[in-house]
């Protein structure tokens, strides 16, 4: 069998693999309102109104409480457009576009601040 | 909070889900009123589960917007850069900032939105619509079509499939667009809206980006922005997981819906009943920052 494919512009690749890193995150992010949903009906404790410290995180996920699991759902959420741009920055050096491989470098550095700063304060 | 109240919600998310994907405004500039005004909800806790809504819509809109094309992602990237740092700062602004205040800029980022989007309605042309064209295959799918540009000279170039017809640009003005980007996150920061807002039309009328493709990139960069915003409102506790999770229930269902109608309906046809709303939340807002009792405003929920 021959391929009759004309080229094509070698940055889609980079769009498949962000698309790859948004669905998978989609994915996560649901099945864990999913989950959290199922356990507020089986335990009957409603969502928390309030975050719990990060630290407890784990524990209580593992305890089945639907708060700690809609918790980390919302967390899954707003890792995802990092994760993304992760795969992005991959993509643009697979493809060989330092120049916009640094600037998704620069995006990932002023989030991960924001996320520093956030900690701090 | 009871469940009836959560389902609403929820449905109300929707909503602004659908219309923030087909405007590329994230649907936070819908959401954070209809929050406070019409649920009680504290208005800080409003943009922090806006914040969280808008990534979620930016992340569900966006697996369709690149499929589709209408995402730039080199130019997403390069605006992205002052955009999240906006939004730090603003995020910070935002949750030491009065309420009064908060409601006095989102009045004027109303006003703003309103102005802008019968400017733009005024100034382009109504196109017949064509026949409706489906989702461009990615390349190496079955049907992927043979005759797409090859490497564009410009790496900003764009290059999309609308209605049957190849489109190809090249943003102009593009440090202008850097910088307003810095602006747009600075108020999707404050206000927790996204900033496609200022995004969308600095990209269509400064940077001559076709509305679909503006749309496209800003869906995939508010998510981003709001990503520090989130981050910021999370870490001051101001994150209200039951309020987010009937959020985004609500916005998961409604910008899967968004983006696909974008593709059908000239989105233009619709901007006067959004303009509608708009103008009677501007009104709400600006009530709210002269502590002036709304009348059809709820009074706060006890936590």
């Known amino acids: ?121 | 909070m009871d469940l009836q109240e959560l389902v609403l919600l929820g449905v109300v998310s929707a909503g602004a889900g659908i219309v923030g994907s087909m405007l590329g405004l994230g649907g936070g500039i819908f959401m954070v009123p209809l929050f406070t005004l019409f649920f009680g909800i504290d208005q800080k806790a409003a943009i922090g589960a806006s914040a969280v809504a808008v990534v979620a819509n930016s992340v569900v809109g966006s697996t369709v917007h690149l499929r589709s094309r209408f995402t730039n992602l080199r130019l997403a990237m390069l605006l992205q850069v002052t955009t999240a740092a906006g939004a730090t700062v603003g995020a910070i602004v935002g949750v030491a900032a009065d309420q009064r205040v908060i409601s006095a800029v989102f009045a004027a980022v109303l006003v703003y939105a309103i102005v802008s989007m019968l400017a733009q309605r005024r100034a382009r042309p109504t196109a017949a619509p064509g026949p409706v064209a489906p989702p461009v295959p990615m390349p190496g799918e079955a049907g992927s079509p043979p005759d797409l540009p090859t490497v564009p000279v410009d790496p900003l170039t764009g290059h999309y499939r609308d209605r049957g017809q190849d489109i190809t640009y090249t943003p102009e003005r593009v440090p202008a667009g850097v910088g307003i980007s810095g602006l747009a996150g600075v108020l999707s920061g404050m206000l927790g809206i996204g900033g496609g807002l200022v995004q969308v039309p600095a990209m269509s009328v400064l940077m001559r980006v076709p509305v679909k493709a503006a749309a496209g990139t800003s869906t995939f960069m508010v998510g981003f922005a709001s990503v520090a915003t989130a981050t910021v409102y999370y870490a001051s506790g101001e994150i209200d997981p039951q309020v987010v999770v009937a959020a985004l229930l609500g916005v998961f269902v409604g910008s899967q819906i968004g983006p696909r109608i974008t593709r059908r309906v000239a989105t233009e046809r619709l901007v006067l009943f959004f303009v509608t709303i708009m103008v009677f939340l501007a009104i709400s807002m600006i009530l709210q920052a002269a502590a002036v009792d709304v009348p059809w405003a709820r009074e706060g929920t006890d936590e």
Do not use: K, N, W
């Open chain 1, 1 to 121: 069998m021959t391929s009759t494919q004309a080229p094509t512009d070698p940055v889609m690749l980079v769009y498949r693999i962000a698309r790859a890193a948004l669905v998978a995150g989609f994915v996560l992010a649901v099945s864990l309102v999913a989950i959290a949903v199922a356990l507020v009906v089986i335990t009957g404790d409603p969502i928390a109104g309030s975050t719990m410290d990060i630290g407890d995180l784990p524990a209580a996920v593992r305890d089945g409480d639907p708060s700690a699991v809609a918790e980390l759902a919302i967390l899954a959420v707003v890792l995802t457009p990092i994760l993304t741009t992760l795969c992005v920055i991959a993509g643009f050096l697979r493809i060989g576009d330092r120049r916009y491989a640094a600037i998704s470098v620069l995006v990932l550095v002023v989030l991960s601040a924001s996320m520093v700063v956030a900690l701090l304060r």
